[in-house]
């Protein structure tokens, strides 16, 4: 278990550094997180290297017995580079270049980008590959974050069109006929002729957006994976790592597919943020973490935990006394086994002056080093249950391309695809049952329950799974908008919705609608949940059931003929179909009634009270967490505000 600071000592005067690594040894910390952002430091003119600042930092951290995570310094060209090179500067879909000066400004498509970074990398890796104190190795730094997964400049718009070319074949008749081009007369005579799509009057073709989605992903998992390619060269037994930010099922790149070239996936936690009026909601935070579990389906870091107030130009709200080591604390709980708070000291300089660290710009040790300290004291405590797995029967599974397909078109303007994630998420969560949020390609062996919230896309090979999973015992639970359309993003002729399911879910969506705020409607239930009332809302899909059985159906004079809530018995199993959105008392029932046709052991908690077990056998413990600003109770241990108890299990009457 590595517990240590993200520490910039490039930011500082050099006579800090001793009295800086004492305090870090002072906290508790076994290592330091270096040299992200230090590419014009290693090579201040092009190709003269020096690495001897970074030399003296790690010498002096290994006598006090530190580890160190090294960071390849991509997100942050040189401005000599930028001078030389002024292609490697992405663009906005105006066409004008993102001037240096930030971050993240790189095209993920310029060659002079690949070739450069190969050079700073590879300089590092020969310099530093005996080096026994680096146990890791971070590429890049948040590959998409703010807006840098989208770049409209002229080198994606040729890579686009060989991405194109070599999908089709070199066949554009083959792309003409998949994307159904003669609509409004859009035929191409040659991959040249295929624009990006950046703003027209109306809208681009679903499937061109699609594949553009998909082309963005693909841009940055290739540039992942050569760094990750690059360092294995090099350093035999490295560890890669990569610090992915919040937001990940919003943006234009899949982060599993990023994963799959890395040993560990990191995560940087912000569980509140500059312009925020107050933290995410626990549940939302420990979705977040759910997710970056699910990425690679393994514990994961957190190479960014927060102990102040964040922000840019906008100053943030500042953590209350416990708030945050009980968010460290939540991490650890949910999976992460290695953390490291950003950071040691608040920056006096530059962009982040606002981003508070664990010192402040005064350099005084006050409340949040002494919080720090006592985390890092307890929490190596339970490195042997905290490195076991965590163990969850239900998982929330996504696909990167149904994800994308609602961006393109969002068909409610109340949807929010990860927001409905998190309603399902929240049912277990209250319940303290642990969720995995997995993508599609996943191994399903071992759950006993899956929702599919608007998987659009119909994929045959992910729907054969389904079924086989649903037959072999489990539960299933399908969503409005699941399976509407094939992989072109693009509706099926002859097919009945949803796509290939509907003889299997024993229903098919015989209309469609999509509401507004204020346009909800009534839903009565029947059969297992007879006399249960409530509303739903969002979208609604009108159901005929072939099959399957009515739990609830519309309430309204038009669709009463319509069920809205299903469920049919597969083989061992069971498939519900959700046809709209419910309101939490209603969700509840019907969730809960698909968790006890799998006993799970629902453990409900008071609002804001959060238990997680760890480890197996007698060597297991509880996690009690208390997200509340006010004492709070649970099975009779009283936890202050902001509180959390680790208890050892076979200790628990």
């Known amino acids: 278990m590595f517990l240590g600071v993200d520490y910039y000592p490039e930011q500082w005067s050099p006579s800090m550094l001793e009295g800086d690594l004492d305090n870090i040894c002072e906290l ?17 003119t092009e190709g003269q290297f020096d690495f001897s600042f970074f030399d003296h930092v790690i010498d002096r951290a ?21 001078k030389k090179h002024p292609e490697i500067l992405s663009e906005f ?136 390619r690059l360092l294995r060269e090099i350093i035999p037994g490295v560890t890669v790592i990569h610090d992915f930010p919040g937001g990940g099922l919003q943006k234009h790149v899949d982060y599993s597919a990023v994963s799959k070239c890395l040993d560990i996936a990191a995560y940087n936690n912000y569980p509140v943020w500059g312009g925020q009026r107050e933290p995410l909601a626990p549940h939302e935070i420990a979705f977040g973490l759910d997710y970056i579990r699910g990425l ?6 957190i190479t960014e935990a927060i102990m102040g107030a964040q922000g840019h130009d906008v100053t943030g709200f500042s953590p209350r006394p416990n708030q945050a080591k009980m968010w460290a604390y939540q991490g650890m709980a949910r999976g992460c086994e290695s953390m490291f708070f950003f950071r040691y ?37 339970y490195a042997s249950q905290l490195e076991t797995p965590v163990e969850s029967k239900v998982a929330i599974v996504y696909d990167y391309d149904s994800l994308a397909a609602f ?33 599609a390609d996943r191994d399903l062996s071992g759950y006993q329950m899956l929702i599919l919230p608007q998987m659009i896309i119909a994929k045959p090979e992910f729907q054969e799974k389904i079924k086989a999973f649903a037959e072999q015992g489990g539960t299933v639970v399908l969503t409005w908008r699941d399976f509407v359309k094939d992989s072109d993003n693009n509706l099926v002729l002859g097919k009945q919705i949803p796509v290939d399911f509907d003889v299997f879910a024993g229903v098919c969506v015989a209309e469609t609608e999509s509401l507004q705020q204020g346009q909800e409607f009534p839903l009565v239930g029947e059969g297992a949940l007879a006399g249960l009332q409530g509303q739903g809302g969002i979208f609604r899909d009108m159901l005929l059931t072939q099959g399957a059985e009515v739990l609830l159906r519309y309430g309204d004079a038009f669709y009463g003929e319509f069920a809205a809530v299903t469920r049919k018995t597969q ?38 009270v959060e238990v997680v077990y760890r480890g197996t056998g007698e060597d297991q413990i509880r996690m009690i967490l208390n997200h509340n600003a006010r004492e709070m109770g649970y099975e009779g241990e009283i936890l202050a505000p902001f509180q959390c108890v680790i208890q050892p299990v076979s200790n628990i009457q």
Not at 349 to 378: M, P, W
Not at 410 to 433: A, P, W
Request: proline share 4%; glycine share 6%; hydrophobic share 35%.
């Open 345 to 381: 000291r608040g920056a006096t300089k530059g962009a982040e002056q606002f981003c508070y660290g664990i010192l402040d710009a005064d350099n005084v040790k006050r409340r949040k080093f002494y919080e720090v300290q006592s985390f890092f004291h307890t929490i190596r405590q």
């Open 571 to 608: 083989g061992q199993g069971s498939v519900y179909y959700l046809g709209c959105d419910l309101e939490e008392p209603v969700l509840a029932r019907v969730l809960k009634r698909a968790a006890a046709e799998q006993s799970l052991p629902l453990e409900p908690s008071q609002p804001g």
């Open 296 to 301: 690679k389906g393994q514990n994961f870091w």
């Open 62 to 82: 290994k006598a006090r017995g530190l580890s160190i995570v090294m960071g390849t310094p991509t997100a942050t060209i040189p401005a000599w580079l930028a």
């Open 28 to 44: 508790g910390c076994n290592a330091i997180r270096i040299a992200e952002f230090g590419w014009h430091l290693m090579e201040k």
């Open 407 to 439: 961006r393109i078109q969002r068909q409610s303007m109340l949807l929010d695809c990860q927001g409905e994630m998190q309603k399902y998420h929240k049912f277990f969560y209250d319940r303290n049952i642990p969720v995995d949020v997995i993508p």
């Open 93 to 228: 879909e105006d066409g004008s270049k993102r001037v240096f000066g930030g971050r993240h400004v790189y095209c993920f498509n310029s060659p002079a980008m690949y070739t450069y970074s190969q050079r700073i990398i590879r300089a590092m890796a020969e310099h530093y590959k005996d080096e026994k104190a680096i146990v890791a190795w971070q590429i890049d730094n948040e590959l998409g974050h703010e807006d840098s997964d989208i770049c409209w400049c002229g080198q994606c718009k040729q890579a686009f069109q060989r991405y194109l070319h070599e999908k089709f074949h070199g066949d554009i008749q083959a792309l003409n006929e998949t994307y159904g081009t003669t609509f409004w007369s859009q035929e191409y005579n040659d991959f040249d002729e295929i624009p990006l799509p950046a703003r027209t009057i109306t809208t681009h073709n679903p499937a061109l957006r699609l594949d553009w989605e998909r082309f963005r992903s693909q841009s940055i998992e290739r540039f992942a994976a050569f760094q990750a």
